[in-house]
């Protein structure tokens, strides 16, 4: 996996070398990260990237020239990469979305600064437009590395360890089960029993159920798109009449 980043701010990305799986990806040669100083593109005295924008308004707008040079340079190279502009109006980053990119060669990813890029460049060469959530940052630079990183743990082999993302609880679409590690008590409180009973079979359906739980107290919407078992069902039906039970006797 290869990504070009094109920003106003490539030391940002010295984030991803510091430590970590991605850096541990860059270092093995499975993934590189190249940034592209917008600014370098400009050819002005003053090295201008942004303008006023016309018909008034607070805030600038990114200037097409410059922005457009730095993204020939990075497709020049790749022109099979897929250019992608971080930016609310995308589409929303999911895993689905994020398994998507990770099927791709290379990602060139737009970072904007200020209130946006110019609309004629978003027309002409950005070809996705990709959303990390519903709020609203400073620039699209953190965007990127979010992507950058959840692609990066979908790259065969990135995570190291004998388990692939595939295993963990959110390729379900349910949230992950609770984790514990030594010391059997900290600080007076233990284990959940049936992880220490080497019982797998046992271990695997608690593990599920408490996903199930999980899932259906703090994301219930999940629930609706979850790849969801006929135990699981079964499961969610014995809650289900148990709390009505409950309830009953409340009421
Ligand atoms: N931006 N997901 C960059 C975002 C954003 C988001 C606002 C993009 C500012 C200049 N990007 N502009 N949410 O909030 O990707």
């Known amino acids: 996996m290869r990504f070009s980043v094109l920003t106003l701010f490539p030391e940002m990305f010295s984030a991803l070398r510091v430590g970590g799986i991605v850096k541990r990806c860059v270092d093995r040669k499975q993934l590189s990260i190249d940034t592209v100083d917008i600014r370098a593109f400009a050819t002005d005295r003053h090295r201008t990237v942004d303008d006023r924008p016309y018909g008034g308004g607070c805030g600038m707008v990114m200037k097409p020239e410059p922005l457009v040079a730095a993204i020939r340079h990075a497709k020049e190279k790749h022109p099979e990469d897929r250019v992608v502009l971080l930016t609310p109006q995308g589409r929303l980053l999911d895993q689905g979305l994020t398994k998507e990119l990770a099927e791709c060669s290379g990602l060139v990813l737009v970072c904007g600064r200020y209130e946006g890029v110019d609309q004629r460049v978003r027309n002409r060469w950005i070809e996705d437009e990709i959303s990390i959530g519903d709020y609203v940052l400073t620039g699209g630079e953190l965007a990127a590395m979010v992507v950058i ?5 979908m790259i065969p082999g990135a995570l190291g360890n004998a388990c692939s993302a595939e295993d963990e609880s959110f390729s379900t679409g349910l949230l992950e089960y609770p984790h514990y590690t030594r010391p ?46 006929s135990g699981d069902v079964t499961f969610l ?7 009505e039970t409950i309830m009953d006797k409340l009421r």
């Open 149 to 153: 990183d959840a692609v990066t743990r």
């Open 184 to 229: 059997r008590s900290f600080e007076g409180d233990g284990v959940p029993e049936i992880l220490m009973s080497g019982d797998h079979g046992r271990i695997e359906q608690w593990r599920r159920r408490a996903s199930l739980i999980e899932t259906l107290m703090k994301r219930p919407d999940l629930l609706q798109t979850a790849a969801l078992e």
């Open 237 to 243: 039906e014995t809650l289900y009449r148990e709390l």
